[in-house]
């Protein structure tokens, strides 16, 4: 009789909160849209962020700071969206080109990334300068600094890129595709996330953003109690959207990668339903982040007028087009060098 002993299961409940999630799956049509998003942007950003550059670069006067961080934002950008094509086939097909691959196209999109928010960083600092201690400025040799800065903010996002190293390209336990991604120890892999999140939040976004909006807002105080303020107000503009862009375009990825890092982190205690929700978010904003690399052409074009001269002046001296003839006030510009960048 005691070995013949019936346990009744119908008592048992068990915690969800133990149970493992089910995998969740990207539609295939959502999947194509984002692939056909991606090479759209990649049409858009090459070429456009080669004009920026060329209209920029092959400038006859001497490149004041503002211009030559400019120039190199372009560059950043450009970087970037030569990464978009493997993206855009990792998407549909799987990363098909191999661990090297996975490992260069992660760090140049890392590159990219860090460069891209510290030169913002550095316009806004360099306006603040010029503009609100401005006796400071003229005592220092601001073309050999700004040089020695360019050189030191690639140097910088190089070497926060080297966490991509950790990426490679592996098969996925929920998928027949292999992924190009993060792949760490399994005994130290939650330490390793954290520590190279916590370094992406806080140099490539938190401590950067803590500097620009300081800067412009200080900057544009003084400006608007200045003769001639909302002039030169108006020259900062295109650099003052330009931010804007990075930051609508970058916060969010920011916010929903943080939610992530505290879930994995075990900081926030979570549901299957909230970490299923984190992920189709992070796969979102991770789309609208990439926009951003061709967005600061467009901003350009549309808002900046001394870049809309120079690029019709750059097509009549290819002959692409009819020399303009200038009008006394397109001739005309501020003596100040608050308006000597590419507005």
Known sequence: DVLNFTYNYTEFFPNPATLPCNFHTIPDTVMIVVSVFYVLIFLLAVPGNLVVGLVIGLSTK????????LLHLAIADLLLAVTLPFWATSVTLGWVFGDAMCKIVTILQEVSFYSTILFLTCISVDRYMVIVRAMEVRKTNRQVVSWGVCAGVWIVGAVLSLPGFFNSAFTSKNSSHILCAEQYDPSSADEWRLATRVLRHTLGFVIPLAIMLPCYGITIHRLLH????????????VIIFVVLAFLLCWMPYHIAVMA?????AKIVAYQCAARTAVDQAMFATQSLALLHSCLNPVLYAFLGEKFRR???????KMGIIERPSLSRSSRSSLSSEVTATIM
Do not use: E, H, I, N
């Open 260 to 264: 992530d890092t505290f879930f994995r």
């Open 310 to 316: 120079r690029l019709l002046q750059l097509m009549a």
């Open 226 to 237: 200045v003769r001639g303020g909302f002039q030169r107000q108006r020259a900062m503009k």
């Open 62 to 69: 001497s490149l004041p700071p503002s211009d030559l961080y």
